[in-house]
């Protein structure tokens, strides 16, 4: 096993950041290191986090010179910065299980898989956790992750000895690209199979917007990805019916 590397976003995030440092510290295994990103905080963000530094040398705090609005630009902050051979993701609202990189860094061990990803349940904005548990396949190529981004951001790691840092473009469904990215690599992603994260829901959330996700999709398809317009209409088709059946469940 190696170091992770978890990079945490945060812009006005003070009454929710230590709930989610709290469920890093809380983690089974050890060896990590903590990125808070303070993206142009108005509010306590940057005190609180300067906090837990003081109180364990794992946790460092860094800064971007201005809030762009995406979390991608504080996202790649951290990646930079990054010295441990795994990425993983959590946003400063969200929350890990304590079990979530014990659990993960095991499938690395299979020579295909580049980055591992797991279940998760959904909680509103005052923490109340729901009973339904957000599923995904359990191995997912680069073809399969076309049809619909099925890897939760905040359980998502990848390993950067097999595909190098992937950073993420400041441009809608960052996560999704960068996942993507990280699997036309040549490589699979694996599913734990097992609940590991909390993912909290609120009405300002960017993925909120669904006929705005499929705009947002489609010219991941096009723009960054290059793929002919046949080929991303069939992806697009199977995106829109999976959304669909989402809906109807």
Same mark, same amino acid.
């Given at each position: 096993m190696a170091k992770v590397s978890i990079i945490m976003p945060c812009h006005n995030g003070a009454s929710t950041l230590p709930q989610?440092? &709290?469920?890093?510290l809380a983690q089974s295994y050890a060896d990590w290191e903590l990125l808070i990103i303070d993206d142009a905080s108005t509010d306590k963000s940057a005190s609180v986090a300067a906090r837990y530094c003081g109180q364990d040398s794992r946790i460092k705090l860094l800064h971007t010179t201005a809030s762009t609005g995406k979390p991608a630009t504080a996202r790649n902050v951290g990646i930079?910065?990054?010295?441990?051979?795994? %990425?993983?993701?959590?946003?400063? +609202? +969200?929350?890990?299980?304590?079990?979530?990189?014990?659990?993960?860094?095991?499938?690395?061990e299979k020579p295909d898989c580049a980055a591992v990803f797991s279940f998760y349940k959904k909680m509103n904005a005052e923490g109340n956790v729901r009973p339904a548990v957000v599923t995904s396949p359990a191995v997912v190529g680069f073809d399969q992750l076309l +049809?619909?981004?099925c890897i939760g951001n905040l359980t998502g %790691?990848? +390993?950067?000895?097999?595909?190098?840092?992937?950073?993420?473009?400041e441009i809608h469904h960052e996560d999704y $690209?960068?996942? /993507?990215?990280?699997?036309?690599?040549?490589f699979v992603a694996r599913n734990t199979g097992?609940? &590991?994260?909390?993912? !909290?829901?609120?009405?300002?959330?960017?993925?909120?917007?669904? $006929?705005k996700a499929l705009?947002?999709?489609?010219? %991941?398809? !096009?723009?960054?990805l290059? /793929?002919?317009f046949g080929s991303s209409l069939v992806h697009f088709f199977r995106y829109a019916v999976r959304g669909i059946l989402k809906k109807v469940k």
């Open positions: 989610a440092v &709290e469920s890093v930079e910065a990054a010295s441990g051979r795994y %990425i993983a993701f959590l946003d400063c +609202d +969200d929350q890990w299980l304590p079990g979530k990189l014990e659990h993960q860094l095991p499938l690395f +049809d619909g981004n %790691i990848y +390993d950067t000895d097999k595909v190098g840092k992937v950073y993420q473009k $690209l960068m996942w /993507l990215k990280v699997l036309q690599k040549g097992t609940v &590991e994260a909390y993912y !909290r829901e609120s009405g300002t959330s960017v993925s909120g917007s669904k $006929l705009a947002w999709t489609w010219a %991941i398809y !096009r723009q960054e290059g /793929l002919s």
